[in-house]
């Protein structure tokens, strides 16, 4: 009788920490590739930071309403839809720091979204 | 085995009166089509069954593939996306689970999900101290009685009714249905350490009030056959249990129970029965309305609240009104109230004042002696037809449109830009809504002439005498088509 | 309590009447124009339509110029499948003929925050027979069954 136990922890355990592990460790493994830069409603974080000279993959998320992603003249994607991640490459140039803003009306403080990205040497 | 002969397919006269079903004789018929006391015994005809269904890993695998779903949709809701429709939890619990319960399980299944459902596994592997195996020696739980003053669905109406009160917020922010969800687990595991069994399941799982209310109209039943042996056997192994397998976990007494309501399909009864006397049938759907046992006011009042929840969520949901909307999203504290106001107004006093009136008017045109709370009681349970109809047509208007979002979050569980397998990208596509209304129309129109037929057959029960009931079912008939024709306008109006 | 008794027939006939005259939704629902053009201006918002409810004529070619006003909507229009991206301060228009009668829900199209799923409105395309019909079977249903009833209570 004690192999069925052992058998059905086994499975117990598998389910309840195996299936939150793998998915982390599928995150962290893909997060490795790939800056995730969310945006809601009024905020674009984190502050992101690349080195100069490399390329660098921004995934945009969108949390809450349809927003934008603009970086000065240079970049300007104007729709990023909630559900609809989307991958950004970046080859930064000149070391400094550069503004992000939202390009897509996003409610009342649509202005007041910005946020920061940093090319270090 | 029997010690009488059994008619073909047709309960024996005995156990009609067992079940309370003594009114009704073998030509009575649902709508003039389904029998009413037809019995198909799926135990009986496949013996494979039986089986499957007494060994003790049926339910912990059951068990365990709910945990399968749960695990991610848990995890999704606390870290992962803030977009409902891109967050695993939403798109299962709130399109799938809840349109599978609606349009599969309780009508045909009866309370199948409370064998499947990984709530209060935990607390129940924890209290048992095994997972599968019955030990010896004690469990791990103080084994207190619930109060017997809420041996009843009230605390189940009221906690059922407090989370409608943010069903709004509930079905669309992730966060908020993981917050549920683990308080629910959290209370079962409370519940299980102190109490015994399944007392959460029976006495304080929200969704369990519907789940058995409804389930009464369900086509499938676990049942004895208390004809035979049974009756004459003293030990009653699934009432106090056998060293292999446990007493009836949801406190009920399989020997004579009569109707789903209280029925998790836990199964233990097959385990301990050492005549193999449990069986699953099949039946008529709505079969145990009739059913003249344990009938009671929570029940009824579990019934207004569905019927009234089910019209409050189509307005607000399915309703072009912004400002129900704004409500019912908690834009102010004021709107908020007002809905929790009216919603809390209409399912606990309208629906049943108007029902009231109904029952009243229908005693006074019949004129003849009846208790006003009997009949009011009793032939409430006429509502649950075309509540539960209300609600398909409800489910259709979710995942008819929204059925899709599971083909893009199978991909992206949690929102996070994942592409499991490759489908991330799917858009948002409706199915079938051209037809959508002709669907819901129908069930409502089923839903009415069954409850109707419902109300005429539990009034001739009620008054045993069929002139006086065909006059006291005239007003809660007219109550039925009033609601119905409102759920049309509400649908296709 | 006796006084209804004695009134259970007219009583009964006049619900039966009741339900009958549901049907009576039937030529008010009827198109009372000639096709025309329909041009209507229906603002989004987090999440309503307004107006929430547009009414037209079967054969009417109708002309929604769209405008979100605070983020981001979409249209979709239900059994008609029409579908436009409606970014805030730009008007977009969408344009059909009305030939589906009944009533037919239009949804937001792009996730505009967690009501999305419920920023709903109702478009009815008038004669609206399916739903006269529909009122008419559940007027039927009740009125039939209460005649049933009543046969039962004269039967001996």
Not at chain 2, 379 to 386: M, R
Not at chain 2, 387 to 416: E, R, T
Request: charged share 15%; proline share 6%; hydrophobic share 50%.
């Amino acid at each position: 009788m004690r192999w069925k136990e052992i058998v059905a922890g086994l499975m117990v355990a598998g389910v309840l920490f195996g299936i939150p592990a793998a998915a982390i460790a599928y995150q962290n493994s893909y997060a490795t590739q790939v800056i995730p830069v969310k945006l809601s409603q009024w905020k674009i974080e984190p502050e992101i930071h690349v080195k100069a000279g490399t390329k660098t993959r921004l995934l945009l998320i969108a949390t809450d309403v349809t927003h934008g992603f603009q970086i000065g003249r240079l970049i300007n994607i104007k729709a990023i839809y909630p559900g609809h991640p989307q991958e950004l490459i970046v080859t930064a140039v000149d070391p400094g720091t550069y503004e992000i803003s939202c390009s897509n009306t996003c409610g009342v403080d649509h202005a007041k979204m910005l946020g920061k990205i940093v090319v270090e040497k | 085995m029997n010690a009488q002969p059994k008619p073909p397919n047709r309960m024996p006269e005995d156990e009609r009166m067992i079940r309370g079903m003594a009114a009704f004789g073998d030509d009575e018929k649902f709508l003039g089509l389904f029998p009413v006391t037809w019995r198909y015994d799926l135990t009986a005809r496949f013996p494979g069954l039986r089986k499957v269904l007494r060994s003790r890993w049926t339910s912990f695998l059951l068990q365990i593939a709910g945990f399968a779903f749960f695990m991610p949709a848990l995890m999704a809701g606390w870290i992962g996306s803030s977009v409902g429709n891109a967050n695993l939890i939403i798109v299962l619990v709130w399109i799938f689970w809840w349109s599978a319960l609606m349009l599969l399980m309780v009508p045909f299944a009866s309370r199948i999900w409370c064998a499947i459902c990984p709530l209060p596994s935990l607390g129940e592997w924890l209290s048992r101290k095994t997972f599968i195996v019955k030990p010896g020696g004690k469990p791990l739980t103080l084994g207190k009685k619930w109060p017997a003053a809420l041996r009843n669905m009230w605390p189940v109406n009221f906690v059922f009714l407090a989370l409608a009160l943010f069903s709004g917020i509930l079905t669309t922010k992730p966060i908020v249905t993981a917050a549920m969800l683990t308080g629910m687990v959290l209370v079962s595991l409370g519940t299980a350490l102190i109490y015994e069994k399944r007392t959460f399941c029976r006495y304080l799982c929200p969704v369990g009030g519907f789940l058995g209310l409804y389930s009464n109209f369900s086509t499938m039943e676990i049942r004895s056959n208390p004809y035979s042996e049974c009756r004459g056997h003293k030990q009653k192994e699934c009432v106090v249990g056998t060293a292999e397998a446990y007493a009836c976990p949801w406190m009920e007494a399989p020997t004579t129970m009569s109707r789903n309501t209280y029925c998790g399909m836990c199964l233990e009864c097959f385990r301990t029965c050492s005549l193999d006397n449990m069986s699953v049938r099949l039946r008529a759907p709505g079969a145990d309305l009739l059913v003249d046992k344990h009938r009671g006011l929570d029940e009824s009042w579990k019934a207004f609240i569905m019927l009234g929840a089910a019209g409050i969520y189509s307005a607000t949901m399915m309703g072009p009104w912004g400002f129900l909307k704004d409500w019912a999203n908690m834009k102010t504290l004021s709107g908020y109230l007002t809905y929790v106001g009216i919603l809390g107004l209409t399912v606990m006093v309208v629906v049943p004042a108007l029902w009231a009136a109904a029952i009243w008017a229908g005693r006074a045109l019949a004129g003849v002696e009846m208790p006003f709370r009997r009949l009011f009681t009793n032939l409430g349970y006429s509502l649950v037809p075309i509540g539960l109809m209300a609600w398909i047509a409800f489910s259709f208007a979710i995942l008819m449109p929204n059925g899709s979002y599971m083909i893009k979050v199978i991909s992206d569980p949690m929102g996070w830009g994942w592409d499991l397998f490759g489908t991330a990208g799917f858009p948002w596509t409706p199915f079938g809504l051209r037809v959508m209304p002709y669907l819901q129309v129908s069930c409502l129109l089923f839903g009415l002439a069954y409850s109707a037929d419902v109300v005429w057959k539990l009034a001739r029960q009620t008054y045993g005498d069929k002139r006086p009931a065909a006059l006291a079912a005239i007003p809660p008939v007219v109550f039925l088509t009033g609601v119905t024709a409102l759920f049309t306008w509400l649908f296709v109006g | 309590m006796i006084s209804i008794k004695r009134y259970w027939l007219p009583l009964s006939l006049l619900t039966v009447a009741l339900f009958m005259s549901l049907a009576a939704f039937l030529p008010s629902l009827a198109r009372a124009d000639e096709p025309k053009v329909v041009e209507i201006a229906v603002n989004a918002r987090q999440w309503a339509w307004d107006p929430g409810v547009i009414v037209v004529n079967q054969g009417d070619t109708v002309r929604l110029k769209l405008m979100a006003t605070d983020v981001t909507h979409g249209f979709y229009l239900d059994g008609y499948g029409i579908k436009a991206v409606m970014e805030p301060g730009k008007l977009a228009t969408v344009e059909f003929v009305a030939d589906k009668s009944g009533r037919w829900m239009f949804r937001c199209l792009e996730t505009c925050g967690n009501f999305h799923p419920y920023m709903i409105g109702w478009l009815r395309v008038k004669p609206n027979w399916y739903a006269g019909a529909s009122w008419l079977g559940t007027g039927a249903i009740g009125a039939g069954f209460i005649a049933f009833l009543l046969m039962q209570r004269v039967k001996p």
